[in-house]
């Protein structure tokens, strides 16, 4: 399993941006694929994206399309992190959002919450209208 750290989060406006980030320590970090999942108060916690190890491909919610952007850094000088740029945010995309980890090579998996094995503490979103 790995250790992760989200960072990045804040208050916006609607239609401003905000960056997160994911960090760990581990080496082995490339292995793995990355998600982004959030959760808004009262609701269940959704898919928002997914990129896998080389940064290559990345898969988004229908919601975010267009407007997230996921990247990734697979190396210790930049201490294996991943990003999440979200631009034009709206007051829906308040949330508490969460980065986490899988294994899984299939890109149809990469949506559901039980492949991932590893999850960190979240960092809040909120978007003012």
């Known amino acids: 399993q790995l250790r992760l750290v989200e960072s990045g989060g804040g208050l916006v406006q609607a239609g401003g941006s905000l960056r997160l980030s994911c960090a760990t320590s581990r080496r082995t970090f490339s292995r793995y694929v990355m998600g982004w999942f959030r959760?808004?108060?009262?609701?269940?916690?959704?898919?928002?994206?997914?990129?896998?190890?080389?940064?290559?491909?990345?898969?988004?919610?229908?919601?975010?399309?267009?407007?997230?952007?996921?990247?990734?850094?697979?190396?210790?000088?930049?201490?294996?992190?991943?990003?999440?740029?979200?631009?034009?945010?709206?007051?829906?995309?308040?949330?508490?959002?969460?980065?986490?980890?899988?294994?899984?090579?299939?890109?149809?998996?990469?949506?559901r919450m039980n492949e991932y094995t590893s999850w960190g503490q979240g960092t809040q979103v909120t978007v003012s209208s």
């Open 39 to 111: 959760q808004a108060p009262g609701k269940e916690r959704e898919f928002v994206g997914a990129i896998n190890y080389s940064g290559g491909i990345s898969t988004y919610h229908d919601s975010v399309k267009g407007r997230f952007t996921l990247s990734r850094d697979n190396t210790k000088s930049t201490g294996y992190t991943i990003h999440m740029q979200m631009n034009n945010l709206k007051p829906e995309d308040t949330a508490v959002y969460y980065c986490a980890a899988t294994e899984s090579q299939l890109s149809e998996t990469w949506s």
